[in-house]
């Protein structure tokens, strides 16, 4: 599975990003789909995850009620709406698929995309 993620840019704190991940294959349904984010010096984190058929979410206490992931299995596309944003959600945001489960550890997750990068000024 190749994994392309767009949608980062520089914004202000308050703003509002829309983050997308667009898959290669047909067994996108086969996956739980994962944002994960690195900030410049730090190790990578999680912030979200979908079940296969989006009916579990897990978020991070920090992007928590900020945050929504959704996916559109028609369109093989996961999406991370980023809303509030604050200078330390500045990161580069990578998606990732996993096909053992959903859940926190980045080990979990077989694919990974490339990274888009949040800038988030104060």
């Known amino acids: 599975v190749q994994l392309q993620a767009s949608g980062g840019g520089l914004v202000q704190a308050g703003d509002s990003l829309r983050l997308s991940c667009a898959a290669s294959e047909r067994t996108f349904t086969g996956h739980s789909m994962g944002w994960f984010r690195q900030p410049q010096g730090k190790e990578r984190e999680f912030v979200t995850v979908t079940s296969r058929n989006g009916g579990v979410t897990l978020y991070a206490d920090s992007v928590k009620g900020r945050f929504t992931i959704s996916r559109d299995n028609a369109k093989n596309t996961v999406y991370l709406q980023m809303n509030s944003l604050k200078p330390e959600d500045t990161a580069v945001y990578f998606c990732?698929?996993?096909?053992?489960?959903?859940?926190?550890?980045?080990?979990?997750?077989?694919?990974w995309g490339q990274g888009t990068q949040v800038t988030v000024s104060s």
């Open positions: 990732a698929a996993s096909r053992k489960g959903y859940g926190r550890s980045w080990q979990l997750y077989d694919y």
